[in-house]
């Protein structure tokens, strides 16, 4: 089924489990509930597909397009997206343990409540995306763009955002707890009653943060620009080392 053309196919509960969908045309699809495990879909053309529900376990998604499809609720575990487009995909609750998502374009995106826990996104374009209640502990976001977006409740203890771009991002109540932050830039970034307790902040941005209520014990601050902030409330242990820009 290489290069098949099936747009606007009906293919609800479909099993299409190891099949070749390579390059294929499947925008506007109805996918929902189908079996797609361990599928080729190299670089097919899912744009406004359906796809809630669907079990893309071990599923190959390189390089495929998938802007505004609708992925909520579906199964990507093990499944290999690397340098897939989701922009504004809805990929609400989908549970996507160990899932490849390295270089994804995700800008706009829907993953509240997403399982995203201990993969690798490294480069990624999250950038306005709701990632709000997503469960990402111990996710790799090295170099990420997530500029603008949610992550109101997100869980992303220690998480690895080594010069990851949060500016303006939506932080507030996010659990962020021994975490790796260097040269983070969390610039004009909402962190309200965050838990930032025993991160490495050494090198961060966080100038005109609201970190007001924020858990800051225990959390290295050397060199750490807070210029601006508001600390309002803030808890800082006598641990915490000194921050040199503040």
């Known amino acids: ?3 098949a053309k099936l747009i606007g196919a009906n ?7 190891g099949a070749d969908l ?15 495990s361990r599928a080729n879909l190299f670089r097919a053309n899912l744009c406004g597909a359906r796809l809630k529900r669907s079990n893309l376990s071990e599923t190959v998604l390189c390089e495929a397009r998938l802007v505004r499809a609708d992925v909520s609720c579906a199964i990507l575990e093990h ?4 340098g897939a487009n989701l922009r504004e995909a809805d990929v609400g609750g989908a549970l996507a343990r160990r899932a490849l998502l390295s270089d994804v374009s995700s800008s706009e ?10 993969i690798v996104m490294r480069g990624v374009n999250l950038s306005e995306a709701n990632l709000s ?4 502990r111990g996710v790799d976001l090295r170099g990420a ?4 977006a949610d992550l109101r409740e997100a869980s992303l203890v220690r998480a690895n955002l080594v010069g990851t771009n949060l500016q303006e991002a939506w932080l507030s109540g996010v659990d962020l707890s021994r975490s790796d932050l260097r040269r983070g830039d969390f610039t004009r970034a909402d962190l309200y009653l965050a838990d930032l307790s025993g991160t490495d902040l050494r090198g961060a941005h966080l100038s005109g943060a609201d970190l007001r209520g924020a858990d800051l ?30």
């Open 79 to 82: 499944a290999d997206l690397r």
């Open 217 to 246: 014990s225990r959390a290295q601050l050397q060199e750490t620009d807070l210029s601006g902030t508001n600390l309002s409330g803030a808890v800082r242990s006598e641990t915490t080392p000194h921050e040199e820009s503040y």
């Open 1 to 3: 089924m290489r290069r």
């Open 145 to 148: 763009n997530l500029s603008r």
């Open 109 to 118: 995106a829907n993953l509240q409540g997403t399982y995203l826990s201990s």
């Open 133 to 136: 209640q997503a469960d990402m």
């Open 11 to 17: 293919l609800l509960g479909v099993n299409l489990s």
């Open 22 to 36: 390579s390059e294929a045309q499947l925008m506007g699809a109805d996918l929902t509930g189908a079996n797609l």
